[in-house]
């Protein structure tokens, strides 16, 4: 994927914050942070299951969609939270060449 299909997580996230002021009546967006973040968290979980149960159908057109409508409501829970994609990206980053198993271990060692 080129830098100019991944800027797209920016445009839309930039699409996000600007709709935060808008009607709730017209605006998804904007009705779905007057809704809180319980409600926002619900629904980044019934996305994710249902990107899961495409990826278990095997369906790759269904996954796509999925995934998307994941990444779209994850945003707005980005958004709700305080944090922006470069928060995300920073942490991804950080734990570039750190292998999953050594940060599982390190995590539970923290929780002792």
Do not use: C
Not at 59 to 85: C, N, R, V
Not at 93 to 98: A, C, K
């Amino acid at each position: 994927m080129d830098k100019a299909n991944a800027d797209v997580l920016d445009r839309l996230f930039t699409v996000i914050v600007n709709r935060r002021e808008a009607d709730p009546d017209t605006s998804y967006v904007a009705r779905q942070l007057q809704s809180g973040t319980s409600r926002i968290a619900q629904k980044v979980g019934e996305e994710a299951v249902e990107t899961a149960l495409a990826a278990v159908s095997r369906d790759e057109k269904e996954l796509a969609a999925e995934s998307a409508d994941l990444l779209f409501h994850l945003m707005i829970l980005w958004a709700d939270g305080g944090l922006a994609p470069s928060d995300i990206y920073a942490e991804l980053i950080r734990r570039e060449g750190v292998s999953g198993f050594d940060s599982k271990k390190a995590g539970k060692r923290k929780s002792k």
